[in-house]
C-alpha cells in the first residue's frame, strides 16, 4: 500500500544554484558575467552574427559556402576570447590578453576574404609566407579556444594529431601507421586552405545547423516554454506513486528542447523534481540516477537531437528528417526502459503519492499548448522536404509570434518583445561558441586523418584484432561492434560528444563498413554511444550533477544511472548485429519495423527485470539470470533467437510466480 499523499509546489523557493551548477559539471566551462559596457559590446556583437546567420540562410553569398564559414569563424572566434576565462580564477571583465587575442582572432580569421579571397584560394598548395603564419596562428587561437570552452583534453589530442602528421615520416616505415610526413605548411594548408581543415563539415554544420537551433532554444526559453515543459509534466501524471519518476522522465524529454546539453538538462530538471522525488521516498542515488538517465535522453530524442545529428546528416547527404525517423524507434525504447525503471522503483521503495499545486494538464494545455507547436513546424516543414536551417527559423519566427501573445497585457509590450527577441538571437549565439570551437578544432584531427590514412589503418587494426579470436564471421562482427562502443565511450569521457562522435566516425566507422554495416546503422550506433559517454562511469558528467543536486555519493548515482539507462546501451548493438537490425531505424517495410520493435520491448523489459529487481513483485535471483540471456538473444533479433529468448522469458515468468507464492506463504 502507498504512504499518505504529500503535497509539494510545483514551484518550490528552495532551489539549486542551476547555472551554477551547470558551469562546474558541464562538459562546457562556464562562460564570464560580463557587466556594463563589456556585456553590451558582447551583445551587440553576438546579435550581429545571429543577423549574418538569418541572412545565409535566405541570401547566401554569391562567393559560396566556405567563403561564408571564413567569415562565421573569424567573427565568432574572438567572441570566444572575450566570452571565456583564460582560467577559473580570473575576472569576468576581458583583460589585455583577451582583448590582444580577439583582435589578432579577427584578423587572421578574416585574413583569407581581407586580402583577396580568390587569390588565397588560388594559393592552395603553394601558400606564401604570410599565410603560413596567418594559419598558424588560427591553429594556436583555436586551440586555445576550444581550452577555455571546454577544456585541455580536446586541444591536446588535436596536438598529439599535429606531430604525427609532422613525425610520421620519422617513424619506422614498416609500421602500418608510418607515412611519409607532412611538412609545416603543408599541415597549414590544410587546415586553412582547405575543405577538409578548419572549414570542413564540422564547422559548416556549427554555421548552418546547430547555431540556428541554439536560436531556436533560446526563443522557445524565452516564451516560458521550458517552465510549462515542466508544469505540464507535473500535471500529467498527478497522485499515483510512480508519477513523480514519471515526471522527472517527461521532463527531461520536453526540456531537452530548450536545452542542447545533457547537463544543462539534468539540472534545470532536478531543480524542479527533486523536492517531489524527495517527499516521495526515493533514495538520493536513484533520484540522481533517474534524474541524469532523463537528461541525457532529451540529447538522443527528437525532433531536437544533439548537436552531432547535423553532422549525420551532412556526412550521409541525407535530410535531418530522416535522421529523426532514425531515432524514433530507439527513443521509444529508451524512455520504456527508465518508465519500467521507475515502475519496478516506485513498488521496491514504496513511494508515496505526491500532490501537485499546478493547474490541471487540460487548463495548462489551453494556456501553453502553444509551444508545441513551433516543434510541430519543424517536423512538418522537414516533411514538406523544407532544408532543416529554414525550418528551424520558421519555428523560432513562430515561437516568437507566440511569445508576443503573452506578453500582449504588459505596458509597452511590443518593446519588450523585440528585446527579448534580440536577447534570444544573442544568446543563441553565444551558446553556440563552446560547439563552434570544438568543430572547428575538430576539423584539426579529420585533416590529419584523411591526409595521412590513419584512419583507415586504425579500422583494420580493429577488425584484425576481432579476427585474431575468431574467423567466423558473426563472431568477428561481434566483437569489432563491442571494441568500437568501447572506444567510442572511452574516447567520450575525454572529449565532447560532438568531437567524440566526429572523431569515431573516421576512425570507426570505416571498420564497421568494412564488415557490411550500413551507413545509418553505424552512423547511429557511433551516436549513441557519443552521448551516452555523459553517463558512462567514471566520469559521466550528468550523474555528477545530478549527484551535486540531491546529494547522494557521486559513485552510486552513476552505477544507478547506468541502471536506467541500460537498454541504451544494448539497443544500439541491435543496430549492427543483424540485417533486421536497420528496422529499428525505419529503414525496412513498417510491418517489420513493428515486429523489431516488438520484440526490442520485450528485451528491454528483460533488462528492467534484470537491473530493477521487480516482475509482478519482487524478483529474486533466478528470475533475474534468466532474464539475462532473454535480453541479449531477444536484441539480436534473428528468428531463431528471438525464439530462445522468448522462451527463457517464459521461463522467467512461470519461475518467479511459482516461487512469488513460496516466499509469500514465507512472509
Not at 525504447?333 to 487540460?362: C, K, M, N, Q, T
Request: glycine residues 10%.
Amino acid at each position: 500500500m502507498a504512504g499518505p499523499v504529500e503535497r509539494v509546489s510545483s514551484s518550490p523557493d528552495e532551489r539549486p544554484d542551476v547555472a551554477g551548477l551547470v558551469a562546474e559539471h558541464d562538459e562546457e566551462r562556464p562562460s564570464r558575467t560580463l557587466g556594463g559596457r563589456w556585456e553590451l559590446g558582447v551583445w551587440i556583437a553576438a546579435l550581429a552574427v545571429a543577423l549574418l546567420v538569418l541572412k545565409q540562410v535566405f541570401d547566401p553569398f554569391s562567393k559560396g559556402n566556405q567563403f561564408y564559414l571564413v567569415v562565421f569563424l573569424g567573427l565568432t572566434l574572438p567572441l570566444v576570447f572575450l566570452s571565456y576565462r583564460p582560467w577559473r580564477s580570473a575576472p569576468d571583465d576581458p583583460g589585455p590578453l583577451d582583448w590582444a587575442l580577439a583582435l589578432v582572432a579577427l584578423l587572421v580569421g578574416l585574413y583569407p576574404v581581407l586580402g583577396g579571397y580568390d587569390a588565397f584560394l588560388d594559393r592552395q598548395g603553394q601558400l606564401s609566407t604570410l599565410d603560413v603564419i596567418a594559419g598558424a596562428l588560427l591553429l594556436v587561437l583555436v586551440l586555445e579556444a576550444c581550452r577555455r570552452t571546454t577544456g585541455a583534453v580536446l586541444p591536446v589530442v588535436c596536438l598529439v594529431f599535429l606531430a604525427y602528421a609532422y613525425y610520421g615520416g620519422y617513424l619506422p616505415q614498416g609500421w602500418a601507421v608510418a607515412h611519409a610526413g607532412i611538412d609545416f605548411s603543408q599541415i597549414v594548408n590544410a587546415l586553412y586552405n582547405d575543405a577538409s581543415g578548419f572549414f570542413g563539415t564540422p564547422l559548416d554544420v556549427a554555421a548552418t545547423y546547430i547555431v540556428l537551433f541554439t536560436i531556436y532554444g533560446a526563443v522557445l526559453d524565452s516564451s516560458g516554454a521550458g517552465k510549462f515543459f515542466v508544469d505540464i509534466s507535473f500535471a500529467a501524471f498527478r497522485n499515483s506513486r510512480t508519477a513523480p519518476g514519471r515526471t522527472a522522465a517527461l521532463s527531461g524529454f520536453l526540456l531537452g528542447t530548450v536545452s542542447g546539453s545533457g547537463t544543462a538538462t539534468t539540472v534545470s530538471l532536478g531543480a524542479v523534481t527533486w523536492p517531489m522525488l524527495r517527499k516521495a521516498g526515493y533514495p538520493r542515488e536513484n533520484a540522481g540516477g533517474l534524474l541524469a538517465a532523463s537528461g541525457i535522453g532529451a540529447i538522443l530524442s527528437p525532433p531536437t537531437l544533439g548537436a552531432a545529428a547535423f553532422i549525420i546528416a551532412e556526412y550521409l547527404q541525407t535530410s535531418y528528417l530522416d535522421v529523426l525517423l532514425w531515432a524514433t524507434v530507439p527513443t521509444l525504447l529508451y524512455y520504456l526502459g527508465i518508465v519500467l525503471a521507475v515502475e519496478a522503483d516506485a513498488r521496491r521503495f514504496g513511494a508515496r503519492p505526491v500532490a501537485v499545486d499546478s493547474p490541471s494538464a487540460g487548463k495548462l494545455l489551453l494556456r501553453g499548448g502553444y509551444h508545441f507547436l513551433s516543434l510541430g513546424v519543424i517536423v512538418l516543414f522537414l516533411a514538406l522536404d523544407i532544408p532543416p536551417f529554414a525550418a528551424v527559423v520558421y519555428a523560432s519566427g513562430v515561437a516568437a509570434l507566440f511569445a508576443l501573445i503573452s506578453l500582449r497585457h504588459e505596458d509597452r509590450f511590443w518593446l519588450v518583445w523585440l528585446r527579448s527577441v534580440a536577447n534570444a538571437l544573442a544568446t543563441g549565439v553565444r551558446g553556440a561558441l563552446p560547439v563552434i570551437a570544438v568543430c572547428a578544432a575538430a576539423g584539426i584531427i579529420t585533416s590529419t586523418i584523411t591526409k595521412t590514412g590513419l584512419g583507415q589503418v586504425l579500422a583494420s587494426a580493429l577488425v584484425a584484432a576481432a579476427r585474431a579470436v575468431s574467423s567466423d564471421p558473426t563472431v568477428v562482427l561481434a566483437l569489432t561492434v563491442v571494441l568500437a562502443a568501447v572506444a567510442v565511450g572511452v574516447l567520450g569521457l575525454a572529449v565532447p560528444v560532438t568531437a567524440s562522435f566526429i572523431i569515431s566516425w573516421v576512425v570507426i566507422g570505416p571498420a564497421l563498413a568494412d564488415l557490411g554495416v550500413a551507413a545509418p546503422e553505424r552512423a547511429m550506433f557511433i551516436f549513441y554511444y557519443a552521448v551516452l559517454s555523459e553517463v558512462t562511469p567514471p566520469t559521466a558528467l550528468a550523474a555528477v550533477a545530478a549527484a551535486a543536486i540531491t546529494g547522494g555519493a557521486v559513485m552510486k548515482t552513476m552505477w544507478q544511472t547506468w541502471k536506467y539507462t541500460l537498454p541504451a546501451f544494448l539497443v544500439p548493438i541491435a543496430f549492427v548485429l543483424t540485417d533486421n537490425g536497420s528496422a529499428l531505424l525505419l529503414q525496412r517495410p513498417w510491418l517489420d519495423g513493428l515486429w523489431v520493435a516488438v520484440v526490442s520491448a520485450l528485451g528491454v523489459a528483460a533488462l528492467a527485470v534484470v537491473t530493477g529487481g521487480w516482475l509482478v513483485s519482487r524478483a529474486g535471483l533466478p528470475e533475474r539470470l534468466l532474464c539475462v540471456p532473454a535480453a541479449l538473444l531477444l536484441l539480436y533479433l534473428q528468428p531463431a533467437t528471438i525464439a530462445v529468448g522468448i522462451g527463457f522469458l517464459a521461463v522467467a515468468v512461470v519461475v518467479h510466480l511459482v516461487l512469488r507464492k513460496g516466499r509469500t506463504r514465507d512472509a
